[in-house]
Each structure stands twice: as C-alpha cells, then as structure tokens.
C-alpha cells in the first residue's frame, strides 16, 4: 500500500511547481489569429472543390472554345468549300473580295421576344428626338422672347424720340406765331401748356368745347405730321433742318424732306 502512494505523483511536489512554462506575452493571441486563418483557407479550398459552374457558364465556355478552334476537314461544308478550291485564310468569292473572317455569332441570352431590343432602341431613338424637339422650341421661344423685348424697347426709343420732336414743334411753333403777332394757337396743343396756370385760366379750359379736345384723339405720330407741316406751309420752316427759308422755293430745294427720315 505505501508503495503505490509513492508510485502516485505529488501534485504539490517540486515536479509541478517548479515547472517552466512558455509564457511569452502575446503568444495565445498568435496561435489564436494562425489557427483561424488555417480553418478560413481549409474552408475557401472546400468552398472551390464544391462550387459547381452554371449551365450557362459551360454552355458558354464550350462556345468559346469551339468558335476559338478553326473547322476541320471532318466538317462537311468546309470539305466542299475545299473541293471547290477554297483554301483557309482565302476571302470567299469568285473574285476573292469576300469576306475573311465567319459572320460573328450574336447569343441571345435575355428573355425579351424577337424585336424586343430593336423596340427598345426605337423608342430611345423617339424619346431623344422628343428631347431635342422641347430644346428647339425653347430655344425659339427664348428667341421670341428676345425679339419681342427688342422690338418694345426700339417702339419705346422710336415713341420717346416722336414726342421730344413733337415738343421741339410746338415750342418752334409758338415762338414763330408769337413773332408774327398770333396771340392765339390754330390748335390748342400747337403751343406747349405752361407748367403753371391760373385758377381762371383753368375753369376757362373746363368750359371749352368737345371740339376744343378732338387733339386727344391723335396720336403723337399725327400730331407731329400736323404741326411740321402747319410749320412749313405757315412759317416756311423745318425743324429738322433748324432752319426758316425765305420761299417756298428755298424749303423745296434746299430741304431734304418733310419728315425726319428725309433728314437721316
């Protein structure tokens, strides 16, 4: 009995306690990172041993390998392109001005129908010409919108002109009639309106004729055609020339025209 106990190791011998292990720091956190990276290759080795290609895909490398590879004699329409004297690499043709290369082989591999692709590029062709018809019309519209800009701002210009002309007339005018002694206008708008007027100057207009007021009716243009010509009949002068002519042989003759395009 006392020689099997001695036989048992003492668990708190010097044998166990003193024994040196390897306890370098960072080790464990080694062995951890090798051993996952070795079941992680064991599982992509597994994963490429079981990965089963497609139909499509071997459908499709049998199809490159067999377009890759040039016909043989064991094929029977290139054995009687033979027998007619074709020879490979030659262009077909009775004059050798064929074509080389076989007519590519286009796989349809969607499930649209027949026409499907072609339906597809019509309407991309229609919605682009849609497309470019919506930046025409905004481009003529922007165009017109401009011209129109324009055309007011020239109408402004050529209206703004028309009554300085007319004002120049009417102050020509009065000044003429005035030397003459005319102490009263032919037309109440031939003489330009004083800025200021009298209480009694202004009940006086009040009680003038309708008649008094048909000016209102005539356009700037109007009035302005009225008055030259009042000024030249009546005074013998034009306002665009500056001038008042002794006859109404020197008006005709050394005036270009009665209007201020005759002048330009």
């Not at 490159?64 to 033979?82: M, R, V």
């Not at 165009?143 to 020239?154: G, I, N, S, V, W």
Request: net charge negative; glycine share 6%; hydrophobic share 30%.
């Amino acid at each position: 009995m006392k020689l099997n106990m001695a036989e048992e190791e003492d668990y708190m011998s010097d044998a166990f306690i003193n024994v040196q292990e390897d306890i370098r720091p960072g080790l464990p956190m080694l062995r951890q990172i090798r051993e996952a990276r070795r079941k992680e290759e064991k599982q992509q080795e597994a994963n490429l041993k079981n990965k089963q290609k497609s139909l499509k895909e071997e459908e499709q490398e049998r199809r490159d390998i067999g377009l890759k590879n040039a016909l043989g004699c064991e094929n029977k329409g290139f054995a009687l392109l033979q027998k007619m004297g074709y020879k490979s690499g030659q262009a077909l043709g009775k004059s050798g001005d064929g074509i080389v290369e076989p007519i590519p082989l286009n796989v349809k591999t969607g499930k649209s129908g027949i026409g499907h692709e072609a339906l597809l590029k019509r309407k991309a062709e229609e919605k682009l010409e849609s497309y470019r018809r919506k930046i025409h019309m905004k481009k003529q519209v922007e165009e017109r919108a401009a011209e129109q800009f324009r055309m007011r701002l020239k109408n402004k210009q050529d209206e703004m002109k028309l009554e300085g002309d007319l004002r120049r007339s009417q102050r020509a005018c009065q000044q003429l009639d005035t030397q003459k002694n005319i102490q009263v206008p032919r037309e109440a708008w031939y003489w330009l309106r004083l800025e200021e007027e009298t209480e009694e100057e202004e009940e006086e207009e009040e009680e003038q004729d309708e008649d008094d007021y048909k000016s209102e009716d005539l356009s700037v243009l109007e009035k302005l055609q009225i008055l030259t010509s009042y000024l030249r009949e009546e005074h013998l002068y034009c306002i665009w020339c500056g001038t008042a002519y002794e006859d109404k042989e020197d008006l005709s003759s050394n005036c270009p025209g009665p209007t201020s395009a005759d002048h330009d």
